[in-house]
């Protein structure tokens, strides 16, 4: 079955550092995103990605956040000066669709990001 | 309100036992409808897409009221296997940013 691939598992970065979680979508997957889940809460949205722009983000996506597709299979998301409020885990994921249809999204298993 | 409510639980059930979840959502523009689950520290799975008429796809059930803004589960004969958080998820606008509900726990215990 077909992978979204995220690396790192788990990044520990101290407060103010830039970090780039990277995320490798299904390879005929032309929509991508970026939600995040602090711990015990729910996941948020972040931002989608299509035609190499942002589609739609959200009010967390603030100017401290970027997304790139620096080359035909990496997605990434930077964070430029993380914050404590930053730590979360961080869930790339990827659709064929563009309205989704019956199939939603295929979520990577995610980055935990610890900012100490 | 909250665009997407659920029942948080735990909701705790022995094996074999048929429980259902509720879900609520508040935005009536909504287009697309899923359940997902949810394993500890794991990322969400879809489990199923939630149509009007109705859909059943081995042991689960999904329904919805678009009248009445909600979505339900029914999980028959439960495994100790499906122990899980169950999120309900709502497509709300034309694009594709979906919004969860905060997820209902599940433990089926033997």
């Known amino acids: 079955e077909p992978e979204v691939t995220q690396t790192p598992s788990h990044q520990v970065t101290q407060m103010g550092q830039e970090v780039i979680l990277r995320c490798v979508p299904i390879?005929?997957?032309?929509?991508f995103y970026w939600y995040r889940q602090i711990l015990g809460q729910k996941v948020e949205f972040l931002v989608s990605?299509?035609?190499?722009?942002?589609?739609?983000k959200s009010e967390i996506f603030d100017d401290q956040f970027s997304v790139e597709r620096p080359d035909g299979s990496n997605f990434t998301l930077k964070i430029r000066s993380t914050k404590l409020e930053d730590s979360a885990m961080y869930f790339c994921?990827?659709?064929?669709?563009?309205?989704?249809?019956?199939?939603?999204?295929?979520f990577g298993s995610g980055t935990r990001l610890t900012v100490v | 309100r909250k665009e997407v409510e659920q029942d948080p639980g735990p909701f705790n059930v022995p094996e074999g036992a048929t429980v259902a979840f509720n879900c609520t959502y508040s935005?009536?523009?909504?287009?697309?409808f899923f359940w997902y689950r949810q394993d500890c520290r794991k990322e969400p799975k879809l489990l199923m897409s939630?149509?009007?008429s109705g859909n059943e796809d081995g042991r689960f059930t999904a329904q919805l009221n678009r009248a009445s803004q909600y979505i339900s589960l029914l999980i028959r004969d439960s495994k100790l296997s499906d122990s899980a958080t169950y999120l309900c998820?709502?497509?709300?606008?034309?694009?594709?940013?979906?919004?969860f509900g905060g997820g209902t726990r599940l433990m089926v215990k033997p």
């Open positions: 994921a990827s659709s064929e669709m563009g309205r989704l249809g019956v199939y939603g999204y295929t």
């Open positions: 990605f299509y035609n190499n722009e942002i589609s739609e």
């Open positions: 390879s005929n997957h032309l929509y």
């Open positions: 939630v149509y009007s």
């Open positions: 998820v709502v497509n709300n606008n034309a694009g594709n940013m979906l919004t």
């Open positions: 935005n009536s523009a909504s287009q697309s």
